[in-house]
């Protein structure tokens, strides 16, 4: 059963690919909201999830608009696939970059971006279009972006082999090598890492829009113990093919002793980033993922 | 410190950090890291936690080349220049 579903979906990307590449970024674009509204209307437990999590956020507060809200985050989905395969046509030369791209730089990322040999860490969420974010940002040093490979292995080897990655790799966040992320650093590479994903190991519980939400340390802990700037950064659709790219101060917290308080101090930091890139602009977020699925247990009342 | 005492307090961190289900009693210098759960995600809690608790400043990509816990012990040693628990904070 399981490998005639991904044989369907495989079937089903490829036709997706050829159409994409037939159209230009208008149609591409139309055909895919047309494609996500119709994956909102059948996938009802993504649907009730991101309209749940939107009303939880109070980002909005009515069920209507939280509903509509919960399908342009779908619509930006598809959007983002589309960019993403359309990237390498609008990025391939420093003009075309120029003019699709807005870039927000704070000068001391740009400063620790730009020096030679020097790691940096960049954090962002599943706000915008990561990937163009990636792509662009690996044009001014190498970027391995840190990626948890897609359920179905043959889409995952379609979508791989087709793009052109240039400077921007992938490492998977289980390798076996333990060292994997330390070396990259010290590689003098952007390592980029997605830090709003549920962390099953609930060991950080970080408040998301005055919610705890189990988050990933490792970002945390990457700096604390390289010192590599750590810089959260996301990259907003401002028009078709059009985007601004925002890269804030890089973060910087000396280690106290307490691993869980260090790491939760930067965790926290990057949250509220996180959040504020989200109010501005909140249909560009990936609401359907279940970001609070685990809570942690309430004492036992006497 | 021996090396028999770096192990030890290596068991103890170890078993703080990993996820994995370990005998960490049987755990010896012949141990590889990652049979003890560790890869590159989970290595990181590990790895600052050896950094305080040895007092260490250390590259931490060092330790790329360090596959068992024999290894990571040798590797300790010749950071602290074979003076584990003194005051100074040596670096590697």
Known sequence: MKKLRHAVEYGGARLALA?????????????????????FLIDHRRRRTAVSNILASGVETDPRRAFALARASFRHMGRVIVESLKAGDVLADEGGRRSAVEMQIHPGAMEALAAPGRGVIVISGHIGNWEIAARMLSFIKPVVGVT?????????RLVRDRKPWGRFTLTPKHDANAARFLQTLAGGNILALLADQHAPDMKHMIPFFGRPAA???????LHLITGAPLCFGYCLRSGTMKFRLIALEPIVVKRTGSRK???ETILTRLTAELEKAIRVAPDQYLWAHRR?????AKPASS | MSNDDILVRLRHLMKQSSQAKVDWDAVTADSTIA???FDSLTILDLVYDIQQEFGVEFEAEK????KTVGELIAFLR???????????????
């Open chain 1, 261 to 263: 308080d260090d790491v």
């Open chain 2, 35 to 37: 049979s003890l759960g």
């Open chain 1, 215 to 221: 988050t990933h340390g490792s970002a945390a802990l």
């Open chain 1, 19 to 39: 159409a994409c590449d037939r159209l230009d970024p208008r149609r591409a674009f139309f055909v895919a909201d047309r494609l996500a509204d119709a994956w």
């Open chain 1, 292 to 296: 609070w699925r685990d809570q942690p």
């Open chain 2, 78 to 92: 010749s950071c602290m220049g074979g003076t584990a628990g003194e005051k100074a904070a040596p670096r590697c």
């Open chain 2, 63 to 66: 330790l790329a080349g360090v």
């Open chain 1, 148 to 156: 948890r490979p897609m359920n179905n292995p043959l889409v995952e």
